[in-house]
């Protein structure tokens, strides 16, 4: 009886530049953005206050934590109310991978299930998982996607201020959307920092600017580039959660606009396409498959790349080369002119 993984295995793929830049992503099941996450690729302020605030004693307990149980339940008959939880990290991701409703049926299932996690999967196995489904608001799940479209960058550098925040989010992902409620996730975020400073992680001078520092107010919008190229690797590929290519970002962003601006030249319903190989290596750095991927009135989704084409259409390009290089026409010749070749 494993537990569920099938919320962690269907994920989003993203198809990279060459130096690792995100082109175009697609969504994995439902919508939802989700990409895998791992501990080693995560920024180390981030992955301290994490462990500080949820379960600092997470590397030392073997899916429950007797002592914050013990904690909760002295809390409890004291108050005559729940005060604090002690679910570990273990705990919240056997939630997610199983929801249940909050009864003591399902507490007492989720500690089984924290303890069949711990004795099938390594701590960082564990931390994985949860970074990567770990709820931020909205269709965004795991450390990545609230990165990307939060911060638009990688999780492998944050501020203490993102740190705090991004920490605190899947505690209440709804109520704490920062795109929604910046002062309440600018509140959430701040007892994440006074929590950090008691455990005198950072110093007093790092928490104070900290505080100082902005809530995103608005997501980011999700990367377009080369997208016929990114479909059709996605397509061709559909398990893989990462695309590389050699494509240049830079080049492919000149690119597509250049097509847009030649675009509007030419007649309703025309179109273009670029392909960019480096000669020395055959490596693709840019492909754009049409001027506007969202142009309908030019059939922007077409990838005029792969498209046939008639033998005239085809020749073209290697006759105009060859009257360039026989010096019978220059490349802003206007019209065609017709030469004749010696075998």
């Known amino acids: 009886y494993p537990p569920a993984l099938e919320r962690y295995s269907e994920r989003s793929s993203a198809v990279v530049d ?50 914050a149980i013990a904690r909760a339940a002295f809390q409890w008959a004291s ?32 500690v089984a299930r924290a303890l069949q996690l711990e004795w099938r999967f390594s701590k960082r196995e564990i931390l994985s998982i949860y970074l990567t489904i770990a709820p931020f608001g909205g269709n965004l799940e795991g450390i990545k996607a609230a990165v990307r479209f939060y911060l638009g960058k990688e999780p492998k550098r944050l501020t203490p201020g993102e740190a705090a925040l991004l920490v605190v989010l899947p505690q209440s992902p709804e109520k704490y959307r920062p795109d929604r409620y910046p002062e309440a996730a600018r509140a959430a975020r701040d007892k994440v920092l006074a929590r950090t400073k008691m455990s005198g992680y950072l110093s007093a001078r790092a928490i104070r600017a900290a505080r100082e520092e902005p809530v995103p107010h608005a997501r980011n919008a999700a990367p377009m580039l080369a997208p016929h190229l990114a479909r059709r690797l996605d397509r061709e590929a559909p398990k893989t959660d990462v695309h590389r290519t050699f494509v240049d970002a830079g080049l492919q962003k000149s690119l597509q606009a250049l097509a847009t601006r030649f675009a509007g030249r030419f007649e309703a319903g025309a179109n273009l396409a670029v392909l960019v190989i480096e000669n020395e290596t055959r490596k693709v750095r840019s492909y754009v498959g049409s001027a506007e991927f969202l142009d309908t009135a030019r059939n922007g989704q077409v990838d005029m790349v792969r498209a046939v084409r008639s033998p005239g259409s085809t020749l073209k390009p290697f006759i105009f080369a060859a009257a360039i290089d026989a010096f019978a026409i220059h490349p802003e010749t206007g019209e065609m002119v017709v030469i004749e070749m010696n075998p």
């Open 79 to 110: 108050t005559g109310r729940p005060v604090s939880g002690a679910s570990t990290l273990t705990m919240q991701v056997v939630r997610l991978l199983e929801p249940r409703p909050r009864t003591l049926a399902s507490k007492v299932i989720e």
């Open 18 to 67: 060459a130096d690792g830049h995100i082109l175009r992503a697609f969504t994995a099941k439902n919508g939802v953005w989700r990409f895998a996450a791992d501990p080693g690729e995560g920024d180390p302020t981030y992955l301290e206050m994490l462990t500080l605030y949820e379960d600092k004693r997470f590397f030392r307990h073997p899916g429950v934590d007797p002592l």
